[in-house]
């Protein structure tokens, strides 16, 4: 598979596959590394792997309510953008239409975007701080 690689501002962003992303065989995604956590956007998902608790504090996530789940696989739709940050668990999210699922676990700060249709297959039981907008 061949990768398009660009370098920008801290960003790094890859294209890989055929097809020019877009559901249409490519998977386009962002990488931005601070520090020691590094952020990523897929398919609409953005993930911040192992934020400071610095920035944890600055949103307020410890003050949001807890939600938690067994290993399940479910679908579900986001009528509000919802930002959450896993204590525990791993999950795979496929969005509606996608080919291919989006990996968070605990230590990921995850926003997903207010329409969004997709699947969760809970591998690991999941507890977490949401907020919805």
Do not use: Q
């Not at 962002?30 to 792997?49: C, Q």
């Not at 944890?56 to 509000?80: A, I, M, Q």
């Not at 080919?99 to 605990?106: G, H």
Request: with cysteine; proline share 6%.
């Amino acid at each position: 598979m061949a990768c398009l690689v660009s370098i920008s501002a801290g960003s790094i962003n890859y294209l890989c596959g055929g097809g020019g992303g877009g559901g249409r065989g490519g998977s386009r995604f962002r990488v931005r590394a601070s520090g020691m956590a590094t952020t990523i956007e897929k398919l609409g998902i953005k993930i911040e792997r192992n934020p400071p608790e610095t920035r944890l504090s600055e949103l307020g996530v410890r003050k949001w309510p807890k939600w938690g789940c067994p290993p399940s696989n479910f679908p579900w739709t986001y009528s509000s953008k919802e930002t959450c940050y896993l204590l525990e668990g791993k999950v795979k999210v496929t969005p509606d239409g996608a080919t291919e699922a989006v990996e968070i676990a605990a230590g990921d700060l995850v926003v997903f975007p207010k329409g969004m249709s997709c699947t969760w297959d809970v591998s690991v039981a999941v507890d977490k701080h949401y907020n919805f907008e």
